[in-house]
């Protein structure tokens, strides 16, 4: 697949001498959903920014579709619908005007149609005359989204799209980042959500610090990183673990009545078979197991804590 | 050139204009109706003419261009202002914009409000006082180019300011005390020598002169002076414009 948007060596230093983006180096690929993970502070929003053309660059470059975003700002930024993090709405004008409004300032001819479908999907064409300031946070965060949808861009940044937005919208979103994806747009998410980032992303990146230290593709980003825990159920409860199996690490649960043992998957070998040969050398008899593959969050957390 | 964009931000401005219409016409109006009460009334019966022209009619242009610098200054401040205050200007930011057309969308439409309100203002004055004008394009000409200007004037002022009280302070401490004292309501020509040479520093007696020559053919400057120095005032404010845009200046950090 050929990339769309391509960051080579950006950095952001702001204002305050405060480095917020490290020598950036990103390509994300057409028609992928890309989810951007890190803890707060960690440059997403930067990141994003920088890219949309909210934020100047420091140094680095940045081309969306072949165009430059800075020396060929308008086919770059023309091909981009943006969700900001924050709620910043024009709090006395009604749905319809502001969708209306992105719509006129992408340069895009009117066309009431597609405005109404996309109020449409995202549920708010009932509310469509009402003032903004009269919507609740989840329904101004879709008229965010609406605006942003409002000039059919081919790529669509999506800062945290889902924060107080209720589970049941939350799949409705997410319903309509697929739809997206399926006509053929490129998705860039922000969340602190993994199970969202588990569920919609083909691929992942972990920035921390103003740094990428990783992208991967969801599965194989599970897959080399993932531990899985064994749990094995004791025909007869024990009361330690007996020293010589003081090596694996294990963990007693249940009421001694459970076994469990953290392994790596990615590694060479699991000891898994040595663990069952040095169980029934000291005597332990088992009645059932069961592996647990570990989640993303599990992931995140990890390797943030690394760097 | 991104002519809808042009046209969805002069348009939604405007829109503001209209949902506030009323008191965008009413007060000023009102305060227009004051000041000839106050000033055309009680002034003008003890001076009865200046250079030709009773006291009433003198002071009309004044009172336009009063109106005419002061909203235009608040219209676009504000209309820059409020945007960078909620946050909405990211769109503006990451819209395929140039800086030339935001400028054109958001000054234009400030622009547009105060040439409005100067009009009304003139057809209020009407009421009170016979009007005549001399050279109508000439005073369409200085109506907009002054508009246009402070309209400018008014946006560096909205992009500057970090907070509400900054966006009073230039209006307040700069631009009113210029204009009340740039010839609103006495001709240069009655002052002292030496006041009148400070008076000519003033940047605001220029275009008060030229605007009232273009009424009654009086004035106390040339008007090609007059001319002269409102196309450059327009010339700096352009050139701040353009700097602030080519650096981002408190709108990208
Ligand atoms: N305008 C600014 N001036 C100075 N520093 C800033 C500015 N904006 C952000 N920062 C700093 O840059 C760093 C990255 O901020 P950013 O908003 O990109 O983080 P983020 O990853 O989006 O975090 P979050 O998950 O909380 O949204 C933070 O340390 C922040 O304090
Ligand atoms: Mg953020």
Same mark, same amino acid.
């Given at each position: 697949?050929?990339?769309?948007?391509?960051?080579?060596?950006?950095?952001?230093?702001?204002?305050?001498?405060?480095?917020?983006?490290?020598?950036?180096?990103?390509?994300?690929?057409?028609?992928?959903?890309?989810?951007?993970?890190?803890?707060?502070?960690?440059?997403?929003?930067?990141?994003?920014?920088?890219?949309?053309?909210?934020?100047?660059?420091?140094?680095?470059?940045?081309?969306?579709?072949?165009?430059?975003?800075?020396?060929?700002?308008?086919?770059?930024?023309?091909?981009?619908?943006?969700?900001?993090?924050?709620?910043?709405?024009?709090?006395?004008?009604?749905?319809?005007?502001?969708?209306?409004?992105?719509?006129?300032?992408?340069?895009?001819?009117?066309?009431?149609?597609?405005?109404?479908?996309?109020?449409?999907?995202?549920?708010?064409?009932?509310?469509?005359?009402?003032?903004?300031?009269?919507?609740?946070?989840?329904?101004?965060?879709?008229?965010?989204?609406?605006?942003?949808?409002?000039? &059919?861009?081919?790529?669509?940044?999506?800062? &945290?799209?889902?924060?107080?937005?209720?589970?049941?919208?939350?799949?409705?979103?997410?319903?309509?980042?697929?739809?997206?994806?399926?006509?053929?747009?490129?998705?860039?998410?922000?969340?602190?959500?993994?199970?969202?980032?588990?569920?919609?992303?083909?691929?992942? /990146?972990?920035?921390?610090?103003?740094?990428?230290?990783?992208?991967?593709?969801?599965?194989?980003?599970?897959?080399?990183?993932?531990?899985?825990?064994?749990?094995?159920?004791?025909?007869?409860?024990?009361?330690?673990?007996?020293?010589?199996?003081?090596?694996?690490?294990?963990?007693?649960?249940?009421?001694?009545?459970?076994?469990?043992?953290?392994?790596?998957?990615?590694?060479?070998?699991?000891?898994?078979?040595?663990?069952?040969?040095?169980?029934?050398?000291?005597?332990?008899?088992?009645?059932?197991?069961?592996?647990?593959?570990?989640?993303? &969050?599990?992931?995140?957390?990890?390797?943030?804590?690394?760097? | 050139?991104?002519?809808?964009?042009?046209?969805?931000?002069?348009?939604?401005?405007?829109?503001?204009?209209?949902?506030?219409?009323?008191?965008?016409?009413?007060?000023?109006?009102?305060?227009?109706?004051?000041?000839?009460?106050?000033?055309?009334?009680?002034?003008?019966?003890?001076?009865?003419?200046?250079?030709?022209?009773?006291?009433?009619?003198?002071?009309?242009?004044?009172?336009?261009?009063?109106?005419?610098?002061?909203?235009?200054?608040?219209?676009?401040?504000?209309?820059?202002?409020?945007?960078?205050?909620?946050?909405?200007?990211?769109?503006?930011?990451?819209?395929?914009?140039?800086?030339? &057309?935001?400028?054109?969308?958001?000054?234009?439409?400030?622009?547009?409000?105060?040439?409005?309100?100067?009009?009304?203002?003139?057809?209020?004055?009407?009421?009170?006082?016979?009007?005549?004008?001399?050279?109508?394009?000439?005073?369409?000409?200085?109506?907009?180019?002054?508009?246009?200007?402070?309209?400018?004037?008014?946006?560096?002022? /909205?992009?500057?300011?970090?907070?509400?009280?900054?966006?009073?302070?230039?209006?307040?401490?700069?631009?009113?005390?210029?204009?009340?004292?740039?010839?609103?309501?006495?001709?240069?020509?009655?002052?002292?020598?030496?006041?009148?040479?400070?008076?000519?520093?003033?940047?605001?007696?220029?275009?008060?002169?030229?605007?009232?020559?273009?009424?009654?053919?009086?004035?106390?400057?040339?008007?090609?002076?007059?001319?002269?120095?409102?196309?450059?005032?327009?010339?700096?404010?352009?050139?701040?414009?353009?700097?602030?845009?080519?650096?981002?200046?408190?709108?990208?950090?």
């Amino acid at each position: 697949m050929s990339s769309v948007i391509s960051v080579s060596n950006l950095s952001k230093v702001y204002g305050s001498g405060f480095k917020a983006l490290n020598n950036i180096n990103l390509d994300i690929k057409r028609g992928e959903i890309f989810a951007l993970l890190g803890p707060n502070g960690a440059g997403k929003t930067t990141l994003i920014g920088t890219i949309c053309g909210i934020v100047n660059p420091t140094s680095g470059s940045v081309t969306v579709g072949g165009h430059d975003i800075i020396s060929d700002f308008r086919a770059a930024r023309a091909m981009i619908g943006l969700v900001p993090q924050e709620l910043h709405t024009d709090s006395f004008e009604t749905v319809w005007n502001t969708v209306s409004f992105s719509r006129g300032l992408f340069g895009k001819p009117k066309n009431p149609a597609h405005i109404e479908k996309v109020l449409k999907d995202l549920s708010l064409w009932d509310k469509k005359d009402s003032q903004i300031i009269t919507l609740s946070g989840g329904m101004k965060r879709r008229v965010m989204i609406a605006k942003a949808l409002s000039h &059919e861009p081919q790529i669509l940044f999506l800062d &945290e799209p889902t924060a107080g937005v209720d589970v049941e919208l939350r799949k409705g979103m997410w319903e309509v980042v697929r739809t997206l994806q399926q006509a053929g747009v490129t998705i860039i998410l922000t969340t602190h959500y993994i199970e969202e980032a588990e569920e919609m992303a083909d691929r992942i /990146g972990v920035i921390t610090k103003g740094e990428i230290i990783l992208v991967e593709d969801k599965a194989g980003l599970m897959q080399q990183l993932g531990k899985k825990r064994l749990t094995l159920q004791l025909q007869h409860k024990v009361d330690a673990i007996p020293p010589a199996l003081a090596p694996y690490n294990l963990h007693l649960a249940d009421g001694g009545r459970e076994i469990t043992y953290d392994y790596d998957t990615k590694g060479e070998r699991t000891g898994i078979t040595s663990l069952l040969s040095d169980l029934r050398n000291a005597g332990i008899r088992i009645s059932d197991l069961d592996t647990e593959q570990s989640s993303l &969050e599990d992931i995140f957390v990890s390797l943030v804590r690394k760097s | 050139m991104n002519w809808r964009a042009i046209q969805a931000i002069y348009l939604f401005e405007m829109a503001r204009t209209w949902r506030t219409l009323l008191q965008s016409i009413v007060s000023p109006v009102v305060s227009t109706s004051l000041y000839f009460v106050v000033f055309g009334a009680a002034i003008g019966s003890r001076i009865t003419e200046v250079e030709g022209v009773s006291y009433g009619t003198f002071i009309v242009p004044g009172l336009v261009m009063l109106s005419v610098l002061t909203q235009s200054i608040a219209n676009a401040s504000f209309g820059i202002y409020f945007p960078k205050f909620v946050g909405t200007i990211y769109e503006i930011l990451s819209a395929p914009v140039s800086y030339f &057309e935001i400028v054109v969308g958001y000054v234009g439409a400030a622009a547009t409000k105060s040439i409005i309100l100067g009009l009304i203002i003139l057809a209020t004055a009407g009421l009170f006082v016979p009007l005549h004008i001399h050279h109508p394009w000439w005073m369409l000409t200085f109506l907009v180019l002054t508009a246009v200007t402070f309209s400018l004037f008014g946006f560096i002022i /909205g992009i500057w300011a970090d907070g509400f009280e900054k966006l009073q302070m230039i209006p307040m401490l700069v631009v009113t005390p210029l204009t009340f004292l740039g010839g609103s309501f006495y001709s240069v020509n009655m002052l002292p020598s030496g006041w009148r040479t400070i008076t000519l520093l003033n940047p605001v007696v220029y275009l008060i002169s030229g605007f009232r020559w273009s009424f009654y053919e009086i004035a106390d400057v040339s008007v090609a002076l007059s001319l002269g120095m409102t196309l450059g005032f327009l010339a700096a404010c352009m050139a701040m414009v353009w700097w602030i845009f080519r650096t981002g200046y408190r709108l990208k950090n």
